[in-house]
């Protein structure tokens, strides 16, 4: 997508306190651009000007796009070199922008390239290349530049006062860039922004399919995915998930460790179960998780009927499971493809001691820490409350106790997504026979991506040994969103798309009967080609293809979404395949 843009002021930009800010955004690192060498023009070619006003379909847009950028000194003739300043100004805005839009859930990973500088009568212009997968419009593109334009700005003339209070930048961004149509969409969030930047880094192009759902890859090599859901995921098995005891009782059947529970739908079963199976017990509505509506560490018949009646006012069945407890820490296995990804040990959320500081005190300095960041960063953080002191007091904590060095300090007495947690990899140690239970339950479900959540004393040791049991089996389960995750998804992103996703394209320039030959030759060698044209599509059979489409792009792009597309033979003059490879990533 090409954008021309129109701002002034750009060598007051001071790059070091804007990037910084810009930083700070995002838990990914900003690719900078360095000092641009940019053609200059006296005016942007037919085909820029077509390409800034023309969707990817190929239709006009009806909305025109032009902002003006001014420079401290004309232009040299033939290359126009920007000054360092000016050039340092633009690239600093451009990685302030790329942040943002990521802060709003927008997959833009690569500040856009500066592709053109044009003297018009208003003044110079620039055409910025932005990718076609960013799932904005041009008019939110240029909304968005303009508003971080006016932050970098006031960012840079405070920037020799006395350190910023950020959280008016926070607040300024909130209610601008975040704001505009396409950003911070629900679907975008959790797992699939970090699933799109694992695959950005690897190569592996994706583009939009709308609502959520995104495509990994090309034609044969491609792959759908939303959220962390792929298309190899059953529907049965994702449905199957939504229901704890039905999960519960499949897993049983197939031999696999589930605690005793009971189902109760009214206060008189829920102490019956609890009658049945003794104590301590755990109570949770069988039709939600991450944690929601989850008491655990149940005594007495009187705190089942306050945990029953909890768990019974968030679930949509109105049902509640009444659960033996076992003992041990929840552990997160991740399957995908029926191997192991990682596997976590879910601390619930707390801190670990130093043996200096007291509890109180390692709270207000990790509730520091917390404050610092953005807000769409901030995991969940609670105060020393009361259900935070008890959970210290069966640890045999005050708020006054000084913890041993790397004790871990427990506020909650459970991870759960409302509260937050901690995360400790245990992939290297987790015992083969636990990840074979974890694979298995997986299968059962028919899932191709699972995170089965194992409870266990030792995850170390068979699960046979510790009387471990699986506590959950998660449908879309959370990927990315910590540390310890983040670092297994380049992972699976390779086990995912071989070759980078990317299949063979063949490019010939004006010589139609050259791309016919070279069709039939790759046809006869058995693979599946397609020829497409400005005039016609030709299927590895031969036979011609008609699609709904009235552009070679757009034909193109339909054919990328096929999976019997495994090379493409594409012949046309070279401003047309200059702009599909640059426009589909190819």
Same mark, same amino acid.
């Given at each position: 997508?090409?954008?021309?843009?129109?701002?002034? *002021?750009?060598?007051?930009?001071?790059?070091?306190?804007?990037?910084?800010?810009?930083?700070?955004?995002?838990?990914?690192?900003?690719?900078?651009?360095?000092?641009?060498?940019?053609?200059?023009?006296? *005016?942007?070619?037919?085909?820029?000007?077509?390409?800034?006003?023309?969707? /990817?379909? $190929?239709?006009?847009?009806?909305?025109?796009?032009?902002?003006?950028?001014?420079?401290?000194?004309?232009?040299?003739?033939?290359?126009?070199?920007?000054?360092?300043?000016?050039?340092?100004?633009?690239?600093?805005?451009?990685?302030?922008?790329?942040?943002?839009?990521?802060?709003?859930?927008?997959?833009?990973?690569?500040?856009?390239?500066?592709?053109?500088?044009?003297?018009?009568?208003?003044?110079?212009?620039?055409?910025?290349?932005?990718?076609?997968?960013? /799932?904005?419009?041009?008019?939110?593109?240029?909304?968005?530049?303009? &508003?971080?334009?006016?932050?970098?700005?006031?960012?840079?003339?405070?920037?020799?006062?006395?350190?910023?209070?950020?959280?008016?930048?926070?607040?300024?961004?909130?209610?601008?860039?975040?704001?505009?149509?396409?950003?911070?969409?629900?679907?975008?969030?959790?797992?699939?922004?970090?699933?799109? %930047?694992?695959?950005?880094?690897?190569?592996?192009?994706?583009?939009?399919? $709308?609502?959520?759902?995104?495509?990994?890859?090309?034609?044969?090599?491609?792959?759908?995915?939303? %959220?962390?859901?792929?298309?190899?995921?059953?529907?049965?098995?994702?449905?199957?998930?939504?229901?704890?005891?039905?999960?519960?009782?499949?897993?049983?059947?197939? $031999?696999?460790?589930?605690?005793?529970?009971?189902?109760?739908?009214?206060?008189?079963?829920?102490?019956?179960?609890? %009658?049945?199976?003794?104590?301590?017990?755990?109570?949770?509505?069988?039709?939600?998780?991450?944690?929601? $509506?989850?008491?655990?560490?149940?005594?007495?018949?009187? &705190?089942?009927?306050?945990?029953?009646?909890?768990?019974?006012?968030?679930?949509?069945?109105?049902?509640?499971?009444? !659960?033996?407890?076992?003992?041990?820490?929840?552990?997160?296995?991740?399957?995908?493809?029926?191997?192991?990804?990682?596997?976590?040990?879910?601390?619930?959320?707390?801190?670990?001691?130093?043996?200096?500081?007291?509890?109180? !005190?390692?709270?207000?300095? !990790?509730?520091?820490?917390?404050?610092?960041?953005?807000?769409?960063?901030?995991?969940?953080?609670?105060?020393?409350?009361?259900?935070?002191?008890?959970?210290?007091?069966?640890?045999?904590?005050?708020?006054?106790?000084?913890?041993?060095?790397?004790?871990?300090?427990?506020?909650?007495?459970?991870?759960?997504?409302?509260?937050?947690?901690?995360?400790?990899?245990?992939?290297?140690?987790?015992?083969?026979?636990?990840?074979?239970?974890?694979?298995?339950?997986?299968?059962?479900?028919?899932?191709?991506?699972?995170?089965?959540?194992?409870?266990?004393?030792?995850?170390?040791?068979?699960?046979?040994?510790?009387?471990?049991?699986?506590?959950?089996?998660?449908?879309?389960?959370?990927?990315?969103?910590?540390?310890?995750?983040?670092?297994?998804?380049?992972?699976?992103?390779?086990?995912?798309?071989?070759?980078?996703? %990317?299949?063979?394209?063949?490019?010939?320039?004006?010589?139609?009967?050259?791309?016919?030959?070279?069709?039939?030759?790759?046809?006869?060698?058995?693979?599946?080609?397609?020829?497409?044209?400005?005039?016609?599509?030709?299927?590895?059979?031969?036979?011609?293809?008609?699609?709904?489409?009235?552009?070679?792009?757009?034909?193109?792009?339909?054919?990328?979404?096929?999976?019997?597309?495994?090379?493409?033979?594409?012949?046309?003059?070279?401003?047309?395949?200059?702009?599909?490879?640059?426009?589909?990533?190819?």
């Amino acid at each position: 997508m090409l954008c021309r843009i129109m701002l002034s *002021e750009l060598s007051a930009i001071r790059p070091a306190p804007v990037l910084a800010f810009a930083q700070g955004l995002t838990e990914y690192p900003i690719h900078c651009a360095p000092n641009q060498v940019i053609p200059s023009a006296s *005016e942007v070619t037919d085909t820029a000007l077509s390409a800034a006003n023309t969707n /990817t379909a $190929g239709t006009k847009n009806n909305y025109q796009v032009d902002m003006t950028v001014g420079f401290a000194r004309a232009p040299d003739v033939g290359e126009l070199a920007l000054s360092s300043d000016l050039a340092a100004g633009l690239n600093a805005l451009l990685a302030l922008q790329c942040a943002a839009l990521q802060a709003a859930m927008v997959p833009l990973f690569a500040i856009p390239t500066t592709m053109a500088c044009e003297l018009g009568s208003a003044g110079h212009h620039l055409v910025l290349s932005y990718g076609d997968n960013t /799932t904005l419009t041009s008019a939110s593109l240029l909304s968005s530049l303009s &508003a971080c334009a006016k932050i970098a700005l006031t960012i840079s003339r405070r920037a020799a006062e006395a350190p910023a209070d950020l959280s008016s930048f926070y607040d300024q961004l909130a209610s601008t860039v975040f704001t505009l149509p396409g950003m911070n969409n629900p679907a975008h969030g959790g797992s699939l922004i970090h699933v799109l %930047r694992a695959a950005w880094e690897a190569g592996v192009p994706f583009y939009s399919r $709308g609502h959520g759902v995104f495509q990994l890859g090309q034609g044969a090599l491609s792959r759908l995915v939303e %959220r962390s859901a792929t298309d190899a995921d059953s529907a049965m098995g994702a449905k199957i998930t939504q229901r704890k005891a039905l999960t519960a009782m499949l897993l049983r059947d197939a $031999g696999l460790p589930v605690p005793k529970h009971f189902a109760a739908e009214t206060r008189d079963q829920a102490v019956a179960a609890a %009658r049945a199976l003794g104590f301590p017990l755990v109570a949770k509505p069988v039709d939600r998780d991450r944690g929601e $509506g989850v008491t655990v560490d149940l005594q007495n018949e009187a &705190a089942v009927l306050a945990a029953f009646d909890m768990a019974y006012s968030v679930s949509s069945l109105k049902r509640v499971l009444i !659960e033996r407890q076992v003992d041990g820490v929840c552990h997160r296995i991740l399957i995908n493809a029926g191997k192991q990804l990682y596997a976590v040990k879910r601390w619930p959320l707390g801190f670990w001691g130093d043996a200096k500081n007291t509890v109180n !005190e390692l709270f207000e300095r !990790e509730l520091a820490i917390h404050h610092a960041k953005p807000p769409w960063l901030r995991k969940p953080f609670v105060a020393l409350d009361a259900l935070a002191r008890s959970t210290l007091q069966r640890q045999g904590l005050a708020s006054n106790s000084v913890p041993l060095k790397g004790q871990f300090v427990a506020l909650r007495p459970i991870e759960s997504t409302a509260d937050g947690g901690v995360s400790e990899d245990v992939t290297t140690v987790i015992h083969p026979d636990n990840i074979d239970i974890a694979v298995r339950a997986a299968e059962v479900l028919q899932l191709e991506r699972a995170g089965i959540d194992l409870m266990t004393t030792d995850i170390s040791r068979p699960w046979h040994e510790t009387g471990g049991v699986i506590l959950e089996a998660n449908y879309a389960p959370s990927l990315g969103t910590g540390a310890v995750s983040r670092r297994y998804l380049p992972v699976l992103i390779e086990q995912m798309m071989p070759k980078q996703g %990317r299949i063979s394209v063949t490019w010939i320039e004006d010589d139609l009967q050259l791309a016919r030959r070279c069709h039939q030759d790759l046809c006869s060698q058995g693979q599946a080609a397609w020829l497409v044209s400005q005039d016609q599509i030709l299927t590895p059979q031969g036979a011609v293809c008609v699609l709904a489409t009235d552009a070679m792009l757009a034909s193109v792009k339909a054919l990328l979404f096929q999976r019997d597309v495994v090379h493409l033979v594409l012949v046309a003059e070279g401003t047309m395949l200059s702009r599909i490879r640059s426009t589909l990533d190819l």
